[in-house]
């Protein structure tokens, strides 16, 4: 079983620019085809954010076209998610997994502020 664990989030201005990060601390990511970034905000269900398969292709949620980049390492084990021009509805806690997602894989997440 591979074990995530997600880091780089904090709080930032508007139109500022995160780059998070997640390891998997055990097993190897390079055995899931799809991994995938996801979010859950106050009050909402987790949404996936973006996705990208061991073969480049890339899923982006409408609301993050174009600000936000998914790539992947599968040699050090991380998957990134290069976050720009952030809006204050980025705010979340960010998460990684498979896509699908299954319940054993979600980990702590790393929290994401966007505010002035």
């Known amino acids: 079983q591979v074990q995530l664990v997600e880091s780089g989030g904090e709080l930032v201005q508007p139109g500022g620019s995160l780059r998070l990060s997640c390891v998997a601390s055990s097993g190897s990511i390079r055995s899931i085809y799809t991994m995938g970034w996801y979010r859950q905000a106050p009050g909402k269900q987790r949404e996936l954010v973006a996705s990208?398969?061991?073969?480049?292709?890339?899923y982006y949620a409408d609301s993050v076209k174009g600000r936000f980049t998914i790539s992947r390492d599968n040699a050090k084990n991380t998957v990134y998610l290069q976050m720009n021009s952030l809006k204050p509805e980025d705010t979340a806690v960010y998460y990684c997994?498979?896509?699908?997602?299954?319940?054993?894989?979600w980990g702590q997440g790393t929290q994401v502020t966007v505010s002035s």
């Open positions: 990208i398969t061991n073969d480049g292709i890339v």
């Open positions: 997994n498979k896509y699908p997602a299954t319940w054993n894989y």
